[in-house]
């Protein structure tokens, strides 16, 4: 859908998705006729949505499937309220507490998503991150399957407002489902910066049909 409305010279507002999807269709700045999108087909079309809630934060738990675990941290990944990936006020998954304190150092703290079954071409997950640490020190990992994850600038460390970081992996051969795990860890000498990392509104693409 192309919009009237200009966002620079000879750009327009324009946004793609079936209305089924409307909450991950962000509308995007470009040029008349410009290919912005493609359309998923068959499996790609099934999706795991997860986001952070209120009851999440009050209750101190985490959305079906998440669970963490513990090495060594006093605190661990938590629902938090905060400007989102939006820049609006919400909720999301913070790695323990601000400025050096838990976890502390030569410490890390994991949080997992476990169970999910796609189909067999594979699947594909999203998700948003910020981190604000001793760079190339203290570090946020992803593991898919627990293999490191080593493109779109991960492991990532430093000073990085919300970006939405995309992995793509390959089914399984016995049909098992995948395990996807985050980890914050800490060296053992300085903290800079807020020192956590936080985690935004995860989408799994490729899902299976359990029906099929």
Known sequence: VWSSDDCK??????ISGSSSFRQLA?????FAEQPFAEA???????LVLI???RENRD???LPDGMAIRKSGGLANWQVVAGS??????GFFLQSGMLYDEAPFDSQSVDVTL???QVAPRGGEIQFYYKISSEPKTDVLHFYIDEKEQTTVGFPVSGEVEWKLASFTFPGTTDGSPHQFR???HKDASDSIGMDVACIDEITIFGIADVTE
């Open 26 to 30: 962000k509308p995007v700045c470009v």
């Open 9 to 14: 010279p000879g750009h327009y507002w324009a």
């Open 182 to 184: 985050w980890r914050y």
């Open 40 to 46: 998923r087909c068959c499996a790609d079309a099934r």
């Open 114 to 116: 476990s169970n999910i």
């Open 84 to 89: 989102n990936h939006n820049g609006e006020l």
């Open 59 to 61: 209750l101190h738990s």
């Open 51 to 53: 986001t952070f809630q």
